[in-house]
């Protein structure tokens, strides 16, 4: 791209595939979670390289520096050379997806899961039972 490109936040966020589509990299500008330069940011925010974007996937907070501008989608090698993430953004990133491999499992947290058919009879039976104990 030449120099005197203007790139908009959200197309350049679609080419460097943060996300899928330009509609989902404007719903997350519109929501706050992009930032450039510090400032709050509109879809509609050309950019320069230099520029200092900071995004939010997930839960994890992202800090990239723009090295390039581009208006199409390419491959993701290609994507991958229009920013640069900074070391701390990277340690972050690291440290939350160790976080989630080390993370207890939320199934094996619950003592008991569903009832079993057995259980569910079980159950039936006992209401029946007080139940007639209680009409009296």
Same mark, same amino acid.
């Given at each position: 791209m030449t =120099?005197? /490109?203007?790139? *908009? %936040?959200? @197309?350049?966020?679609?080419?460097?595939?943060?996300? @899928?589509?330009?509609?989902? $990299?404007?719903? =997350?500008?519109?929501?706050?979670?992009? +930032?450039?330069n510090g400032?709050?940011? @509109?879809? +509609?925010?050309?950019?320069?390289?230099?520029?200092?974007?900071?995004? *939010?996937?997930?839960?994890?907070?992202?800090?990239?520096?723009?090295?390039?501008? !581009?208006? /199409?989608?390419?491959?993701?090698?290609?994507?991958? /050379? %229009?920013?640069? #993430? /900074?070391?701390? !953004?990277? $340690?972050?990133?690291?440290?939350?997806? #160790?976080?989630? *491999?080390?993370?207890? #499992?939320?199934?094996? $947290?619950?003592?008991?899961?569903?009832?079993?058919?057995?259980?569910?009879?079980?159950?039936?039976?006992?209401q029946r039972? +007080?139940? +007639? $104990?209680?009409? =009296?």
């Open positions: =120099e005197d /490109t203007r790139v *908009r %936040l959200d @197309k350049w966020l679609w080419a460097a595939r943060f996300f @899928k589509t330009r509609a989902l $990299a404007a719903d =997350e500008i519109d929501r706050g979670r992009v +930032s450039v400032q709050a940011a @509109k879809a +509609s925010r050309e950019l320069k390289p230099g520029d200092r974007i900071m995004l *939010r996937q997930g839960a994890v907070q992202r800090t990239v520096d723009l090295l390039a501008l !581009s208006t /199409t989608r390419g491959p993701a090698p290609v994507a991958q /050379t %229009l920013y640069a #993430e /900074t070391p701390d !953004s990277i $340690a972050a990133r690291v440290k939350a997806a #160790e976080d989630r *491999r080390l993370g207890a #499992e939320p199934a094996q $947290a619950m003592e008991q899961g569903r009832p079993t058919k057995r259980d569910r009879r079980k159950l039936v039976d006992w039972w +007080s139940a +007639s $104990a209680d009409d =009296e």
